[in-house]
């Protein structure tokens, strides 16, 4: 057994008991010293010693109520969100998404960058870079500022080395080193997850999974992933990447995948499908809006414009929405019946379709699923827009300063 100094021993039992407390009130605040004291089981003085301490730094502050039975008023403490702030990344194929927040979640300034994917690897890493540093000079090129970047990104991660090891629609890219980059450059702490892990954790932090211990975060772009929350806490699976929820067959005589499998749910339901299903259906000459919104150029057609010609309700963006959540509908109910969530969010681009998906979703949910499961869960649509993978990718960071405040 290796022998600890005294000295070391009573440092260590310092910072540990300075975790305790600052962890009571980031995540309980605002709290009194006596409410820390008899959740934590320090001596009160030991509490008191600790939020001076961490008062005088900055990192947590205080107000004071008024008593309920008429004595001295008690302060109370909550922590100082604005002490450091975070940056969050939220990379696809070809846009980046970028967000600065507080502690609090609270988006302080944020900026959306596309990008052509013949920049290549090495012109991704070099705009990435480009746009965390205007982010940063935003608010005074001060990086001590910071705490770190969380980055999502639309793959899979290697939890080894935070790689990612597999961009599905940069498939000549290979891997990419995107923690070395940034730490290299910035000297700030990084963390790289799965952008769908990162909108779950998002949600747990400042959406709709608050307080909630099992839910499913389904992001909808160009590509379907999950992320997944089981007993209050991110399930990332053996190899860190479990929630590739579009890659589950649902029609084996459908279109081949980009992972090489046959009638993935993805192929079907994410918004390249749906674009390239109603291209297809124009140009056999099925009748739209969406022919006109496009002027005649069916080259040009978006996923807005589906959008848009299913809320002038147009048959055919109509179906398209309609059977997309059939689809979808199917792998939910396995969802429900294996892992059996009290929610389900559906996040990414599937949210600008309204009601329209949503029903068609709960239609089959009613159908198909097991009574018990069917009727725990609840299935809704993300709040937080946008914002919820940058959010989320920069939570590990947050986590990591409330777990050691004395570092910072």
């Known amino acids: 057994m290796k022998r600890i100094s005294p000295s070391i021993r009573a440092t260590s039992l310092s910072q540990h008991n300075t975790s305790v407390v600052f962890a009571n009130i980031f995540y309980n605040g605002p709290i009194t010293q006596r409410e820390i004291s008899r959740i934590s089981g320090l001596s009160f003085t030991t ?22 039975n008429g004595g001295r008023p008690s302060a109370i403490y909550r922590r100082n969100s604005t002490y450091r702030y975070v940056i969050g990344i939220e990379a696809q194929h070809d846009r980046f998404r970028l967000i600065v927040s507080d502690l609090a979640g609270h988006t302080i ?40 970047v969380g980055i999502g990104v639309g793959g899979l991660v290697n939890p080894k080395d935070d790689t990612v090891s597999i961009l599905p629609h940069l498939p000549n890219w290979g891997s990419i ?18 952008n769908s892990a990162a909108a779950a954790l998002g949600e747990l932090w400042y959406g709709l999974g608050r307080g909630k211990k099992n839910f499913l975060f389904i992001n909808v772009r160009d590509g379907i992933g999950m992320g997944i929350v089981l007993n209050g806490e ?48 124009i140009a056999d000459g099925v009748t739209s809006a969406i022919n006109d919104m496009s002027n005649g150029d069916n080259d040009s057609v978006t996923f807005q414009m589906l ?22 509908g199917e792998g939910v109910v396995s969802l429900v019946n294996l892992l059996n969530p009290e929610l389900i969010i ?10 329209l998906v949503l029903e068609s979703i709960k239609d089959v949910l009613i159908r198909q699923a097991l009574e018990l499961p069917r009727k725990a869960v609840e299935v809704v649509f993300s709040e937080l827009g946008e914002n919820a993978s940058a959010l989320g990718s920069a939570v590990p960071i947050i986590q990591e300063f409330v777990a050691s405040p004395v570092s910072v």
């Open 47 to 68: 509490v008191a010693s600790i939020v001076s301490g961490l008062e005088k730094r900055g990192v947590v502050e205080h107000s004071t109520e008024s008593s309920t």
């Open 307 to 328: 959008v848009d010609a299913s809320k002038q309700g147009d048959k055919l963006a109509y179906k398209l929405f309609t059977d997309a959540g059939r689809y979808l």
């Open 346 to 355: 559906i996040g990414g681009d599937f949210v600008q379709t309204g009601q």
């Open 109 to 148: 300034s944020q900026s959306t960058t596309s990008f052509d994917k013949r920049i290549g690897k090495e012109g991704f890493l070099e705009l990435l870079l480009r746009q965390i540093r205007d982010q940063i000079d935003i608010h005074k090129g001060d990086t001590n500022r910071f705490l770190g």
């Open 177 to 194: 080193s995107l923690r070395e980059s940034v730490e290299r450059e910035f000297q700030l702490k990084v963390s790289i997850q799965n």
């Open 234 to 281: 991110l399930y990332r699976g053996t190899t860190g990447t479990a929630g590739e929820f579009g890659h589950i067959t649902v029609d084996d005589r459908g279109p081949v995948c980009t992972c090489g499998n046959v009638g993935c749910l993805e192929t079907l339901t994410s918004v390249p499908a749906l674009v390239q299903s109603a291209k297809n259906l």
